[in-house]
């Protein structure tokens, strides 16, 4: 029973355009999530989080938009650079004690 | 160095043998994970540590899977009479969760098991 879900494998975007990555949770519980970017060969980096008391976050050029109510949330990337070209996680957990849980992943690659 | 580290970076095993897996968190973190990571597969969950509890093994795929942390520092995974299907890349995460902390989870680089 997968809890946290990325729909999209994979993802393709010109140079300059937004980058929309989507998640979609089961669990009403989560109250974190959590985006990581994962290059080839490399364990996974944080992005940005956003809690459940927010439908929004910003930092540079990443924004997390939650819509609680269903249960998806969304990551933006303006604008999108070559080297952003990497495999996207959503994240969840309960409260920050508990376990995170990882979604499949999506590919996104980054057209010069 | 201030990263996660884990050890060995690559293990080749015929299949059959027992295989550990080492994972040193940053100084401090309370919380400990173990995920996998398979060929095209996303990150798979095996296992947490938090503090002085009892660890959630909820996503050890069998019995043939162990772990320990000692002193709330080192983890150890092991895994006894290896199978091809336990081929994949190994990851430990650290964190200090907290109230008001999201508990950003900090990865080691991983070890990539293959069974022969």
């Known amino acids: 029973d997968q809890q946290v879900k990325q729909n999209s494998p994979s993802l393709s975007v010109q140079e300059g355009r937004i980058s929309i990555l989507n998640c979609d949770y089961t669990?009403?519980?989560?109250?974190?999530f959590l985006w990581y970017k994962k290059y080839p060969a490399e364990g996974p980096t944080f992005l940005i989080s956003?809690?459940?008391?927010?439908d929004k976050n910003e930092d540079g050029r990443f924004t997390v938009f939650l819509n609680k109510s269903a249960k998806h949330l969304s990551l933006h990337i303006v604008p999108s650079q070559p080297g952003d070209s990497a495999v996207y996680f959503c994240?969840?957990?309960?409260?920050?004690?508990?376990?995170?849980?990882f979604g499949p992943g999506t590919s996104l690659s980054v057209i010069p | 160095g201030a990263g996660v580290s884990q050890s060995p970076s690559n293990k080749v095993t015929e299949k059959g043998k027992d295989v550990e897996l080492r994972c040193d968190p940053i100084?401090?973190?309370?919380?400990l994970y173990w995920y996998r990571q398979s060929l095209g597969q996303g990150l798979e969950f095996l296992i947490y540590?938090?503090?002085?509890?009892?660890?959630?093994k909820s996503g050890l795929p069998s019995d043939r899977f162990s772990a320990e942390r000692t002193g709330g520092s080192v983890s150890t995974l092991t895994i006894q009479r290896t199978q091809q299907e336990d081929s994949a890349v190994y990851l430990c995460?650290?964190?200090?969760?907290?109230?008001?902390?999201?508990?950003?989870?900090?990865f080691g680089e991983g070890s990539r098991l293959t069974v022969l």
């Open positions: 540590f938090q503090g002085n509890s009892a660890p959630d």
């Open positions: 100084s401090g973190h309370t919380a």
């Open positions: 994240a969840a957990s309960g409260t920050s004690y508990d376990k995170v849980i």
């Open positions: 669990n009403s519980m989560f109250d974190y």
């Open positions: 956003i809690s459940s008391i927010k």
């Open positions: 995460a650290s964190s200090s969760p907290g109230l008001g902390n999201t508990g950003e989870l900090f």
